[in-house]
């Protein structure tokens, strides 16, 4: 696997290489076109199967001027420090983007994958963000 210059430990970064491998293991076998909902069942199966703990659907706590607004859904969290954002779209758009980078935000968390399945090649669909 290629390597890039990562603001992440070196840990977390394994755990960050692991999980995508697991989400291109899930769109091999399925290719594009199905439901998010299959998308996002079949990935916590690869998770569980590799050994990975996960969280699906994890609620957090959404404050705004110190008051509990509600609870937001992640699709998946993986080892209590990596959000994953799976679509099913033509194609991703700045919205998508924005929309992980205020998971991370209000989860404290540093890492997420955006993920679009309904792409030809899961790496074309894929957008790894790091604060």
């Not at 998308?39 to 008051?67: D, N, W």
């Not at 991703?92 to 983007?97: D, E, I, K, S, W």
């Not at 890492?111 to 399945?117: R, V």
Request: aromatic share 4%; hydrophobic share 45%.
């Amino acid at each position: 696997m290629l390597r890039i210059q990562s603001p992440l430990p070196d840990d977390l970064e394994l755990i960050v290489e692991r999980t995508i491998g697991c989400c291109i293991q899930v769109h091999r076998e399925l290719g594009p076109g199905l439901l998010e909902s299959i998308y996002v069942r079949a990935v916590c199966l690869e998770l569980e199967a590799s050994g990975m703990t996960f969280q699906h659907e994890q609620r957090i706590p959404v404050y705004y001027r110190a008051k509990l607004l509600c609870h937001q859904r992640l699709d998946i969290v993986v080892e209590k420090q990596i959000i994953l954002e799976i679509k099913c779209v033509e194609r991703l758009h700045p919205v998508h983007h924005a929309q992980l980078l205020s998971y991370l935000k209000i989860s404290g968390l540093r890492a997420g994958l955006l993920l679009n399945f309904n792409s030809a090649v899961l790496k074309d669909g894929l957008k790894r963000i790091v604060l």
